[in-house]
Each structure stands twice: as C-alpha cells, then as structure tokens.
C-alpha cells in the first residue's frame, strides 16, 4: 500500500508538473495562477503547494528535471564524443526528439519564445540557464579538440571561437524549427552539421 501510495504521489507530481505547462503556454506564466493549475486536474490549491511552494518552484522543476532527462538519453546514446561526425550524431539525436517529442518541444517553445523572462527571474535562475548553455558549448568544445589534437581539423582554428559558432547554428536552426513546427529539424540540421565539418576537414596544414 505504501509503495503505491509513493507511486500516485509521483504521478500526481508530474500530472501537476504537465498541468502547469499546459497551462503557461495557453494563459502566460505571468497570468497564471497555482489556483489554475489546480482546478485543470481537480486538485485544491493546497495540494499543489504541497508538492511545490510557488510558480517559480514548478518553472524550475520543469527546466532541471526535463533537461536532466533529455541530457540522459543522450548520454546513452552518445556517451563519448572524440569527432565531428560523434559531435553530429549527439545532436542528429537530440533534434530527433525535438520533432517527434511533442511534450518536449512543446516546453522548448515556452521557455524560449513564450516564457516572459523577468531580470528578477532570470536572476533567481542565473545557475539553471549558465548549466544549460555550459552543457552543449563544453560538448562542442570538447568535440572540436578531440578533432584538432588528432590532426583531423585545421590546427590553426580557434576552438572556442568555433564551438560558440557551431552552438549559434544550432540555437538559430531549433528556434526556426519551434516557429515553424512542419519543418524537420532534423534535415536541416544534418545539412548544416555537414556544412561545418567540410568546411574543418576540407583543408588541413
């Protein structure tokens, strides 16, 4: 009993969790209210501020354990990145569940081109964003010196320059897609990631 007790309260966690994201995508996050969020799954106020103290809480909970999960399937899948073409297929993957993850790039939407980023918020979640950024730019670095070190790029390129350029690309290519959702990000970005890679083989010293 007590298992399943623990086990409703999980999902009663993450039904508060998806109410939440329904509910800031169609009202705002500024408009909504925990009361909202209740009433959407039948729940009193008191319940939701049982599992979570504020909106801020829930927004955090959104952003960490989504991202943590994310960030987990792709180090299952791509545990070691030593190439450009390792590099490729992380990202090949990630924009495989963007577009065929609904939920997910339906919280990617929100948070970057719905969410209305306060500075006192953006503040309050400095730690959040600098980690998600930090996450794929030390990827793409990483990938980038692998590359350099085994003579298989030009050895003259600046990493850094050129890891913060390959991650503008891609920014640039999942926000197109999120505003234009038929579009296959996946496509696009195989296009692009081969593009960078000709480009970092084509001539060496």
Known sequence: MARRTKEEAEQTRKDILQ???DMFCEKGYTRTTLDDIAKSINLTKGAVYWYFRNKPDILKALMV??????QAKLDSFMPDIHSLEDLKKHFMF??????TDSNFRKLLYFL?????WSTGLINSFQDIIDELRRRPLETIKNALSYSQNSGKIISTIDVDATAYTIHAMWSGLLLDKLQDQEKSLQQTAEYSFDFIINALTSRKD
């Open 112 to 116: 970057l081109l719905q969410m209305e």
């Open 65 to 70: 354990e989504d991202f943590k999960t994310t």
């Open 19 to 21: 109410a939440a994201l």
């Open 94 to 99: 990630l924009a495989h569940m963007v577009d």
